[in-house]
């Protein structure tokens, strides 16, 4: 946990674009499974604690308690019972309630008040999920491939090729560097162009692709939020283009994506 830890807050300080969730997800179980074996408990206990590090990471990351309940329930536990879901969620809300003394009360992204407009947007809806979930499948393949290519090579030459790409695809769009909860903000408000939203997703899956695939420690959810919710945000704009009395604002879009 320490080196995930040290080596993670590096990446991210550095601007890779990798986020910040699943180091600490990786911290959180690590360390809760280092404690159930140094207190030499049995497997069951070292799962549940592995469980409740997971949910606690994910709710006091995201200030979410029970998305991580869920999440460690579902991942980690892969059972509902009562022995496991007391502590789970009883680390959840302990973590949750830490980070307002913390960080404050503010969320992460403001997401200002948006509706639909139109049920005849539900089919345009409908074409955004598809694209959408094309666009994962293809940031998912791709590290795939990247990642069985290249651990063949020494960690060096593939950090330093990571870096490089990050590099170039900064030149052209700095909005990829680091987590880029920033650049959601801004999208939320309409504060970006259809070309600019191309660009940035484009070389975000770029980026990504090349930090997460070369090993660069660093998580997927926060990149995945941005390209989500920059691709959902172009397409919004298309789709009220195309029908301005029909469509929503590309804000609802980008909420959606």
Known sequence: ????????????????????????????????????????????????????????????????????????MEVVMMEYSLVGFTPVILAAVCATSMTPLVFGSTPFVEAPAMQMTSLL???????????????????????????LWARAHPLWLRTTAAGLVTGLCALAAPQIMGVGYDTVEL???????????????????????ACIGLGIPGGLIGPTVVMGALGGAALGVIGHALAPDLSASSSFYALLG
């Open 121 to 147: 947007e539900l089919p345009y809806m409908l074409l955004v999920g598809v694209v959408l979930g094309t666009l994962a499948s293809l940031f998912i393949v791709s590290v795939r491939r990247l990642f």
């Open 187 to 209: 999208t939320l408000v309409g504060g970006l162009g259809l070309s600019a939203l191309v660009m940035i997703v484009s070389l975000k899956l770029v980026a990504t692709t």
């Open 1 to 72: 946990p320490i080196l995930q830890f040290a080596g993670a807050t590096a990446a991210i300080v550095t601007g890779h674009s990798v986020g910040r969730e699943g180091p600490a997800i990786h911290v959180g179980a690590a360390t809760a499974s280092m404690l159930g074996q140094w207190l030499h408990l049995p497997n069951n206990s070292v799962r549940i604690l592995v469980a409740c590090g997971t949910a606690a990471a994910i709710a006091a990351s995201l200030n979410t308690p029970i998305a991580g309940v869920v999440f460690a």
